[in-house]
């Protein structure tokens, strides 16, 4: 089993910079593909990010693609997010997840509680 807490959440302007953390627990967690997700108001909850339990592999939704970076520090237990030049439509609750399969979404089912991220213009 691995328990997942998501923190680094917050309000930032337009063109501004977050990161988020994602602490896992468990002698299990190095072994997960760890994702991020994302699920702003009134709509479905999206893919957004992903890197393989060794690293080798990662994965980011187009949206997210050349200013969000996903990385692990395996000695830390933790997946960071670094989310930059962020927009408006960047507003959302953000969780990561731990999976089996690090392309397949479907395959994330330990889930951390979320953290809010706003961007204001």
């Known amino acids: 089993q691995v328990q997942l807490v998501e923190s680094g959440g917050g309000s930032v302007q337009a063109g501004g910079s977050l990161r988020l953390s994602c602490l896992g627990s468990?002698?299990?967690?190095?072994?997960?593909?760890i994702g991020w997700f994302r699920q702003a108001p009134g709509k479905e909850r999206r893919f957004i990010s992903a890197?393989?339990?060794?690293?080798?592999?990662?994965f980011y939704e187009n949206s997210v693609k050349g200013r969000f970076t996903i990385s692990r520090d395996s000695a830390k237990n933790t997946v960071y997010l670094q989310m930059n030049s962020l927009k408006p439509e960047d507003t959302a609750v953000y969780y990561c997840?731990?999976?089996?399969?690090?392309?397949?979404?479907?395959?994330?089912?330990?889930w951390g509680q979320g953290t809010q991220v706003t961007v204001s213009s």
């Open positions: 890197i393989s339990s060794d690293s080798d592999s990662t």
């Open positions: 997840a731990a999976g089996t399969r690090v392309f397949w979404s479907s395959s994330y089912s330990y």
């Open positions: 468990g002698r299990a967690f190095s072994t997960y593909a």
